[in-house]
């Protein structure tokens, strides 16, 4: 049986080629993808250029640490500097957001991941494409979530940019 994965992906160095190059790489590793609309937001926890974000989402059979361990594969390949600080410019930053209603905190592994609750530029693109998904520990939907935070979301714009 199928789990349904959803990822967020970021970057605010050479946005636009570095998150095309993560999107064709998670479209080799995992086949056909959901794309949110991208959102256009500013950096948070350190002053940088803007950060470009959206969250894709796909079905696969692939174990829960597999696809967290390939993520952290397909960051260093486009170039992730992990000498950074946690809050700094990034080529690409991919994130496990869900894995199904899977509740997980290990190492390396967190589902659902906490920045769901925390960051617009997280909650409103997933929401975009799974609104109607429970969150596993809120038991609300990702409509209700970003209904709660819209009011008072930092800014985050839309941004056009499409993928072929």
Excluded: C
């Amino acid at each position: 049986m199928t789990s349904q994965v959803t990822i967020s992906l970021g970057s605010n160095i050479n946005p636009e080629l570095n998150i095309r190059l993560a999107i064709d790489e998670l479209k080799l590793q995992y086949g056909e993808l959901i794309i949110s609309p991208v959102y256009q937001t500013a950096a948070v926890g350190f002053d940088g250029e803007d950060f470009l974000n959206l969250v894709v989402s796909f079905n696969t059979l692939i174990p829960v640490q597999d696809i967290a361990a390939e993520l952290k594969k397909i960051e260093d390949e486009i170039g992730r500097d992990r000498s950074q600080p946690k809050f700094s410019s990034r080529s690409i930053d991919l994130d496990l957001l869900t894995y199904d209603e899977l509740v997980l905190d290990e190492p390396g592994v967190q589902v659902p991941r906490y920045e769901i609750l925390q960051n617009a530029f997280v909650l409103k693109p997933l929401s975009d494409i799974q609104g109607s998904a429970l969150h596993p520990e809120q038991h609300k939907t990702y409509h209700q979530l970003w209904s709660e935070m819209e009011d008072h979301a930092d800014r985050i714009e839309l941004y056009e940019l499409s993928f072929n």
